[in-house]
C-alpha cells in the first residue's frame, strides 16, 4: 500500500507541477469575453464536518473538523484570504491559521503565496510556500507545496499536494488528488454538491482519504458561502477566495502519528542501513 501510494502522489504531483509549468503564458492564449479581478468582492465561507478514521496501532476514532475563511480583493489584480481551521481526532487538536496572497485570471488560472502556522498538539508547524491553479473550462488543476518547520525534533520537511477536478455541472466538483507531507503520503477524491437553488448558499460535501500505516478516513460536512453576488460553484470557487488547503495537508492521519510526524516521540527513522539521523526515533 505504501508504495503505491508514493507512486500515485509522485506521478500526480509531477503532472500538475508540469501543467502549471507557463500557465500564465498558456492564459495568455485563452480568449475571454469579460476580464474578471482576482476576487469578485469581499466573501468568506465557513466549513463543518465529521467522519471517521482509522490508521495501524491506533484503531479507529472519530474525526471533526471545522473551518473559516475570508477573502478580499486588492485592486483588480490580487486578493487575500485569511484561514482559521481546526481538527480533532486521536486525542489531539490542530488548530491553524494560514493566508493567501494571490494575482488571479478567473478565465485561467491562479498563482501565489500560502502559508500559516498550526498548534498540532504534540508538535507545531510552520509553513510557506507557492500554490497555483489552472482553469480548463470545467476542469480545475490545483496545486500547494513548500517547506515545513516541526517543533518535536522533525526539523525542516516538504510538503506538496495537487488535485484535479471536474465540474459534471456547474454545481456539482467532483475530484481526485494525492498528498506527501514530511514523508506522509496519502490520497484523496472528493465531491461538492452546492444546493443554491434551494435559496441557501450550501454545498454538502464528501470525502475520502487513504495513505500509508493503513490510514483511511471518510468524512462528510457542509460548507457555507457568504458575500457577493448569487453564483454559481464552480465562479465561486474561481471568482471569490482559494480553497482551504488545512484538510488535505494536516489530515487525520497525519495527526494520528502516521509516519510518526506529529507524534510526541517526533519522526521516525527510515528503513535504511545507516545509522539513523539524530532527530529521529529508532523503532
Not at 453576488?229 to 502519528?257: C, M, Q, T, V, Y
Request: aromatic share 10%; charged share 20%; proline share 5%.
Amino acid at each position: 500500500m505504501a508504495i503505491s501510494i508514493k507512486r500515485a502522489a509522485f506521478l500526480l504531483t509531477g503532472t500538475i507541477a508540469a501543467g502549471l509549468y507557463g500557465s500564465v503564458s498558456m492564459a495568455a492564449d485563452i480568449e475571454t469575453a469579460t476580464a474578471l479581478p482576482a476576487v469578485s468582492a469581499p466573501n468568506g465561507k465557513i466549513e463543518i464536518g465529521g467522519g471517521w478514521a482509522d490508521i495501524d496501532d491506533l484503531g479507529d476514532d472519530e474525526v471533526f473538523r471545522g473551518g473559516a475563511a475570508f477573502s478580499f480583493p486588492v485592486g483588480d489584480m490580487f486578493g487575500i484570504q485569511a484561514d482559521l481551521t481546526a481538527l480533532d481526532a486521536y486525542g489531539e487538536t490542530a488548530i491553524g491559521g494560514a493566508a493567501h496572497f494571490f494575482t488571479r485570471d478567473p478565465n485561467a488560472y491562479l498563482l501565489g503565496a500560502y502559508g500559516g502556522y498550526v498548534d498540532a498538539g504534540p508538535a507545531n508547524v510552520w509553513y510557506v510556500g507557492p500554490e497555483a491553479e489552472l482553469y480548463l473550462d470545467n476542469i480545475s488543476i490545483e496545486a500547494v507545496g513548500g517547506v515545513m518547520d516541526i517543533s518535536n525534533g522533525g526539523g525542516t520537511e516538504f510538503y506538496a499536494m495537487g488535485k484535479v477536478a471536474l465540474y459534471a455541472t456547474e454545481n456539482l466538483r467532483l475530484s481526485v488528488g494525492a498528498s506527501t507531507v514530511a514523508n506522509f503520503e496519502s490520497a484523496n477524491a472528493g465531491l461538492e454538491w452546492f444546493m443554491g437553488d434551494t435559496g441557501l448558499p450550501v454545498s454538502l460535501t464528501v470525502d475520502g482519504q487513504l495513505g500509508e500505516d493503513g490510514y483511511t478516513s471518510v468524512m462528510a460536512g457542509l460548507s457555507l458561502y457568504f458575500g457577493g453576488e448569487d453564483k454559481s460553484l464552480i465562479r465561486r470557487h474561481r471568482e471569490d477566495g482559494p480553497r482551504l488547503h488545512f484538510f488535505n495537508i494536516f489530515n487525520a492521519g497525519l495527526l494520528g502519528g502516521g509516519g510518526g510526524v506529529l507524534s510526541e516521540d517526533g519522526p521516525a527513522c527510515d528503513d535504511d542501513p545507516e545509522p539513523p539521523l539524530p532527530q529521529c526515533n529508532p523503532t
